[in-house]
């Protein structure tokens, strides 16, 4: 089973930016969409963005204008630029993936993002 490893978490400050990285074991052609969710403390998970194989996005509300989704099929990657960044985007942020024709979904282990005021 194809695997997933976030990278890019850290400490930045209000106003700040990070760039997320979502790495796959395999080809990420074989799931029809990728996203980022978070979860902070006391909260339940939560939708960030979603790119699918065609490029279509989704982002939360939340987000919007702030944060970017991309993917790199060459590289097996999925990236979340967030930019403006402020206290409550304080989380968790986990990389998902939804297998082609079925109803398998893939999570990674997750990346802290701390945004300091």
């Known amino acids: 089973q194809v695997q997933l490893v976030e990278s890019g978490g850290g400490l930045v400050q209000t106003g700040g930016s990070l760039r997320l990285s979502c790495a796959a074991s395999?080809?990420?052609?074989?799931?029809?969409?990728m996203g980022w969710y978070r979860q902070a403390p006391g909260k339940q998970r939560e939708l960030v963005a979603t790119i699918t194989s065609g490029g279509s996005t989704n982002y939360a509300d939340s987000v919007k204008g702030r944060f970017t989704i991309s993917a790199d099929n060459a590289k097996n990657t999925v990236q979340l630029q967030m930019n403006s960044l402020k206290s409550e985007d304080t989380a968790v942020y986990y990389c998902n993936a939804a297998v082609r024709y079925t109803f398998v979904e893939v999570w990674g282990q997750g990346t802290l993002v701390t945004v300091s005021s």
């Open positions: 395999g080809s990420i052609s074989s799931f029809y969409r």
